[in-house]
């Protein structure tokens, strides 16, 4: 497989510095738990995991979205969401930490509070620890079955030019989202909604999916300012292309406004019905500060990247997309943090250094997979600018 040659030959050096900043940041999160901060290290951990899970996740949509669907805006950033989706296996390795402090991370993990509480046991029969760990596995196997084929199909296209790899890869696309969808939904029930059993909603699932696109696009399109001419051949020169960046901007926009659309209705629609069980899941994350981080969340990842896209010149622009790409993937961060700490600190705003750590070090592993994925990427060929014109 060749090499891109747009890549930079500096990012071995960053690949290597990301693999010891990583290293480094979890030495240092694994000496503060064993030091006394056992539950808070868990807690970050968890945030971090999701963050840096969703950048994989999300490009792996990405990515069945441009095949299903075509159209040069994939064509600009397609071996970044490929580098991305194929570090699904270091994600699965490190969720495998977690599975050590299961009971301190969910109730329902907790037999004496299981025996303790009627509606716990009833839901049992889905929230018990083996059950659990099977569906983690499950979802982890397709996750990283659809990234391989994807990215193994893709080099063969590139490589033959055969229409029928093309017209596989648009099928797969099609039943890869539909899983996605499915196990994502389940997941963010899993990992996410059962830290507090006790709440529930039905468009939860679609909420973390939504920003987990939102994520990944930012980050890619953060990546491809930073290096030039990534995964192209020299036949398209993308800084002198402004129509996919301007389709990027607007695809960017329209899940700005997705996220924000589900996130408020679920908001507006549980508050208006004034359930307890549900409404205690907003009344712990507006209490004690958490409403400064909450109102944060939504200016960052909501309000100021839908004023700067309404601009054409932004969306135009990869500096601007980017900078504003560096923006939302920082929210994103804060945001999964608004999500998780409240239900282990409810109505008490808590910041600890190891939320701060956790995040370097996953990302620092995460980012020298992605770029030794990276640059293993095949450059751009004319048969595949031809396919989507």
Do not use: C
């Not at 990515?63 to 969401?81: A, C, E, H, P, Q």
């Not at 800084?239 to 899940?255: A, E, V």
């Not at 200016?299 to 560096?326: D, E, H, K, S």
């Not at 999500?339 to 956790?358: C, K, M, R, T, Y």
């Amino acid at each position: 497989m060749a090499t891109s040659q747009s890549v930079s030959n500096s990012v071995d050096r960053f690949q290597w510095i990301a693999f010891l900043v990583g290293l480094v940041g979890l030495v240092a999160g694994v000496a503060g738990a064993l030091t006394g901060s056992m539950e808070r290290f868990f807690q970050a951990y968890l945030v971090a995991f999701l963050f840096w899970l969703g950048l994989s996740l999300g490009s792996l949509a990405l990515l069945m979205i441009f095949y299903l669907t075509g159209g040069r805006w994939g064509l600009t950033m397609r071996r970044v969401n490929e580098a991305a989706a194929s570090t699904l296996w270091l994600m699965a390795a490190l969720f495998i930490p977690l599975l050590f402090n299961l009971r301190g991370l969910y109730l329902w993990a907790r037999p004496e509070a299981v025996q303790a509480d009627a509606i716990l046991q009833q839901k049992s029969v889905y929230l018990n620890v083996p059950f659990f760990i099977i569906r983690a596995a499950v979802y982890f196997a397709l996750w990283i079955l659809l990234a391989y084929t994807i990215n193994r199909l893709s080099a063969r296209w590139v490589n033959s030019g055969d229409p029928n790899i093309k017209g596989r890869l648009q099928g797969l696309g099609a039943i890869g989202l539909i899983l996605y969808t499915l196990t994502m939904s389940f997941a963010a029930i899993d990992w996410m909604m059962s830290l507090e059993p006790f709440w529930s909603s039905t468009v939860y699932g679609l909420i973390v999916i939504l920003g987990q696109l939102l994520s990944s696009l930012a980050f890619a399109l953060l990546i491809l300012n930073l290096v030039p001419g990534l995964g192209l051949s020299r036949q398209w020169n993308f800084r002198t292309t402004p129509i996919p960046f301007k389709d990027l901007g607007g695809l960017l926009l329209t899940f700005v406004m997705g996220w924000a659309y589900l996130a408020y209705f679920q908001l507006l629609i549980i508050w208006a019905g004034n359930i307890p069980h549900e409404v205690v899941w907003y009344y712990n994350r507006t209490q004690g500060g958490w409403l400064t981080v909450g109102i944060l969340v939504a200016v960052l990842l909501f309000v100021l990247p839908f004023m700067l896209l309404l601009a054409m010149r932004v969306r135009n622009n990869l500096r601007l997309l980017a900078w504003l790409g560096a923006l939302i993937v920082v929210a994103y961060l804060i945001n999964l943090y608004w999500e998780v700490i409240p239900a282990f600190h409810p109505g008490q705003f808590n910041l600890h250094w190891l939320d701060v750590v956790s995040p370097v070090g996953i990302g620092g592993l995460w980012v020298g997979a992605f770029l030794f994925a990276l640059k293993h990427r095949p450059a751009l060929r004319k048969v595949e600018e031809e396919s989507f014109s």
